[in-house]
């Protein structure tokens, strides 16, 4: 079973993002976004349940909206189905890598 990856994705505009998660480390959880003027850090950004912030709510609430008030999504689905391609790509790739099996 895989319990972590350590992921590079490059974007079309030449900009990177490096992703690090795991299930066999202690709990750690922060965001940390580099642009040319600022660094940006949020620790604990998955633990919000007290934050009036909290993104599963707001999730939740646009969520209805878009569904009582017939307003349009915060997220188009196609950006989800872009995720959830990247998600299944990270699963391709850490597979073929994986210990005791052959790389590509």
């Known amino acids: 079973?895989?319990?972590?990856?350590?992921?590079?994705?490059?974007?079309?505009?030449?900009?990177?993002?490096?992703?690090w998660a795991s299930l066999e480390s202690p709990e750690a959880q922060e965001i940390t976004v580099i642009?040319?003027?600022?660094?940006?850090?949020?620790?604990?950004?998955?633990?919000?349940w007290h934050d009036?912030?909290?993104?599963?709510?707001?999730?939740?609430?646009?969520f209805g909206d878009s569904v009582i008030e017939n307003k349009p999504l915060a997220i188009p689905l196609t950006e989800s189905i872009a995720n959830l391609r990247v998600m299944?790509?990270?699963r391709e790739v850490a597979?073929?890598?994986?210990?005791?099996?052959?790389t590509a």
């Open 35 to 48: 642009t040319p003027s600022r660094v940006h850090r949020r620790e604990r950004p998955f633990s919000a």
């Open 95 to 102: 597979r073929v890598a994986a210990p005791g099996r052959p």
């Open 1 to 19: 079973m895989d319990l972590t990856v350590d992921v590079l994705l490059q974007f079309a505009g030449g900009q990177t993002a490096s992703l």
């Open 52 to 62: 009036p912030h909290d993104p599963y709510r707001l999730m939740i609430e646009s």
């Open 88 to 90: 299944d790509r990270i």
